[in-house]
């Protein structure tokens, strides 16, 4: 029934069955979600296909279910036909809360009365209908098929039209079949049936899409009949109607190339330069575009790797037009940043710029960069990367590069590394007034300067203070020291400081000459003196805090009038220390620094590097002072770059080759 929704319901009124396991029709009315109708009329089922001889009489009941009393039509082709005293009567036989009972009844029919009548329930809520046949039994007759369409062939983009004939009682209906696929009416495809006449008719047909077994089945109540051919679609050949065009195109700019043709369906080739194109999804580079009859090649982002002759293939046909990109000068795409890093460290800049083969113009301070082993340059692509190995203070600054009269900045700062204090000051030192004071740390770098302070306040050099600075050696010395010289000292160095407590005496002066710091080689002979002030004064000689007694063989002590000697024999490098000359409480230090030649310690003279690998060399060393160690490789001095670096220690250096080669043999 179209139309109409079917359901089953049993139906009871006041304890009553009005109808039992009846099937109720629902009409479909297009309603919003939140307006569905509640109170639709529903029709019971009842039988809808009524077969009578001439002169006989039609007689049936149905229900409606309604809230309201319902207001039923009965109608055949359009025309109201019930209540007519000779034929069709409607009544109302019961009502049951809302079960409303109708008969319907029709006397002394003839062969006018067959046909389809249709039943029409309204309420305020809405309206169903149903339908039900009249057929006359002599009249039935199972459906044949009197006109037969015939096999065909046919161009592409014609129309198909296929037409047939029927006959049969009732009236037969003629459905369509493609490939046993029933074929729906739509835009490109009219169905049509008049009576007994039917229509198929298919504009522009394609060949891939309309070739195949076309099939009829009539069919009414008492029987079915089935006609079959084949129709075949003669492939029609695709042409241009649009060729390609010489196209120019700036860098970097979006472009098509584009072409129509004759047919929607049919798919070309692309070719560049005679090599085809072949697209994937994802592709950065090319897009096809297939738009009705318009075949397009889509560059997204040209480049001058994109110009070239450009073809589009059409079966045995084809056209070429040619792509010129315009080239945009090259850019930086991706300034430099500020860099900061420590002493020692290596520090980098990144440009990234449009063009891998730009050339950019790198400056320090606003002056052109000399590049070497320690400062160089790195392109990789469109990146470029310019390193400084081993960053001192005097590569603070300003770095620039400059491309096309468009320049990049940004500054790089060398944070100076912490020094730390290898030898202090004591805590407190004791001196005669009108005496030589000198104070002497050791700091672990040999290029940092450090800074005195007496009392607070920045010391400087006068006629009366030094300051020395011999390796990691710093001095201050106070010439003459007075009694305003008393009070704290602070030596400081970036990252570390130490600081000491000056006591000056004013007792009467025991030593007239005291004891300095000596040097003296190793297997030498080294002789300390001081001078007292009264030849009868006695000294007490002590090294490191601990007395000091004479063998004869390698520590000897002497006294000659005022001067006092403590004579020490092939002095080795357990001979180095603090020594004191002790006279009436009266103390003088010196020290005596042993002086020993640069030896290598690592007894291995051969190593084993694997190429492509990094090879690292450790080597421990001694010698006092501590040596200047520089590394050479086939009479050249080895220097921190990319391809090496060297570490320095105070008893210890290594050296490490990147990715060795047969070259650092």
Known sequence: MAGATK???????????????E??????????????????????????????NVNESINFEFTVYSFDKPRLTLTKNGRIVYNNMDKFQLELMETNEHFHRYRVRCTNTDENDDGQYELCAQNNDGENQTTFNVVHKE????????KRFKSTRLQEGNQLLLETTVKGYPTPTIQWYHNDDRILPSSQCLIRQHKNDGTLAVNNVVKNIHEGRYKIVAKNKYGECIHEE????????????????????????KTFLSVKITTKEDDVEWLKDGEPIISTDGDEDYQMIKDGHYRKLLIKKAKVSHQGEYTCILEQDKCTGYLEVIELPAEIVKDLKDCNVKYGDKAQFIVEVSKGDAILQWYKNKMPISFDDRVYLDIDGKQQTLSIEDSKLEDIGEYSCMLNQQTSKARLLVSYPSTEFLQRLDDEYWIDENCETVFTVEISRPDVDVFWYHNGEELCETSNIKMISDGTIRKLIIHHTRMTDMGEYICMAKGDQTQTELNVSKEPLVFVLKLKDFNVNEGETATLSVEVIDENMDIVWMKDDEIIESDDDHIMMSTIGKHRKLIIKNVNVHDRGYYTAICNEKRSTGKLSVLTPPKVLTETRRFTAVRGENFSLDISYD??????????HSGKMIKTSKKASVEIMMSRTILTIKNFDDDDI
């Open 7 to 21: 359901h089953s319901f049993t139906l009871e009124a006041d304890g009553q069955m009005s109808f039992l396991n």
């Open 23 to 52: 099937e109720i029709y629902f009409h479909n009315i297009p309603f919003k979600d939140d307006e569905q109708p509640k109170n639709v009329p529903l029709f019971s089922k009842f039988n809808d296909n009524i077969e009578i």
């Open 139 to 146: 009249k039935i007759e199972k459906p044949t098929i009197t």
């Open 230 to 253: 084949r129709i075949d679609v003669i492939r029609k050949i695709p042409k241009f109607l649009e060729r390609l065009n010489d196209v120019e195109v700036y860098e970097n700019e």
């Open 623 to 632: 010698g006092y002072p501590s040596p200047k160690t520089e590394w050479y």
